[in-house]
């Protein structure tokens, strides 16, 4: 009984049965549930927020800690003492230019991947009582959701979310030396994107961020026929950016095509690691489970 209901909620990991859901908060709940069945007790420093016990009240306490429920039940008011407390401040940087549009064969694109990832963080760090905050762009900055660790904000998080919709270039270079300007307190910054930019752009921009202070975590992601260009037809591929066409016969171009594309992942990891940035490869097909452990990890090195 107990593995056959992890493996229902783990199913949820799988982005194509999550697509089907449609509404972003479920989404996000059903992740994290479905990620959090399969962790036993976290050896992760400051990731569990399950309450350890209960304590009668006190004066003094916070009336929010109290739990109704158990006041229904008993008749008597007890709060709950949680392990872990914590007060990280996050913000997610959501690339939302034309490229992200992209989905080879039945799989969803790389921005429903983006925002049903972005989504799950946002829940999963509330859940933590961290505050994390939302910054979508293409060219330029476009929706910003201040960080905030309610779920109110929670709420307008998931809302711009909701309104994100595949725009403009990706120029990443124009877009992140103004927001590392607004970011007054230093954290952690998480960028999603399919990064197709130049990799010196990219890393010069990202550099802003540590400059001032903050930890860097990059999720790169890519569905896997921009990895394998796996094309079997002649067939006219269009830039989705510039609109730009080119006949090709895949099968002329896709060994050279590979070739360059390992190079370009091999420079972008490189010069990640040289700025100390956490650089991650993910593709659409991926469960969700691979970028939250991600998270954590990143987490945990800063405790």
């Not at 997610?92 to 992200?100: G, N, Q, T, V």
């Not at 730009?244 to 420079?267: C, G, H, S, T």
Request: proline fraction near 4%; hydrophobic fraction near 40%; glycine fraction near 4%.
């Amino acid at each position: 009984m107990k593995r056959a209901m992890e493996q229902d909620y783990r199913r949820f990991l799988n982005p194509v049965v999550l697509a089907k859901l449609g509404n972003l908060e479920l989404i996000a709940r059903l992740v994290v549930e479905g990620f959090l069945v399969g962790l036993h007790k976290s050896p992760y420093h400051g990731f569990s927020v399950e309450f350890a016990e209960y304590r009668q009240y006190n004066p003094g306490d916070p009336p929010k800690s109290i739990d109704w429920k158990v006041f229904a039940r008993t008749d008597r008011f007890y709060v709950k003492e949680f392990e872990e407390e914590t007060n990280l401040r996050s913000y997610i940087l959501l690339d939302k230019s034309a490229s992200m549009g992209f989905s080879g064969g039945d799989r969803i694109t790389k921005l429903e991947y983006g925002r049903f990832l972005a989504a799950a963080l946002a829940y999963l760090m509330v859940k933590q009582k961290d505050a994390v905050g939302l910054l979508t762009f293409d060219e330029v900055p476009d929706q910003f959701v201040p960080s905030s660790m309610t779920k109110t904000q929670l709420m307008e998080f998931l809302k711009a979310l909701d309104r994100t919709k595949c725009t403009g270039r990706t120029k990443i270079d124009s877009t992140f030396p103004a927001l590392a300007e607004r970011l007054k307190k230093r954290g952690l910054v998480i960028m999603i994107s399919d990064l197709l930019d130049d990799p010196e752009r990219t890393i010069a921009a990202l550099k802003h961020f540590r400059h001032r202070g903050n930890e860097v975590i990059v999720f790169h992601i890519l569905d896997p026929a921009e990895l394998s260009f796996d094309f079997k037809k002649e067939a006219r591929f269009v830039d989705m950016e510039t609109g730009e066409k080119l006949p090709i016969q895949p099968w002329m171009v896709r060994d050279e095509y590979r070739k360059n594309v390992q190079k370009f992942f091999a420079e972008l990891k490189y010069r990640c690691q040289e700025f100390a940035i956490d650089y991650n490869l993910i593709t659409t097909d991926k469960p969700y489970d691979i970028a939250l452990l991600a998270y954590l990890h990143k987490r945990k090195m800063l405790y």
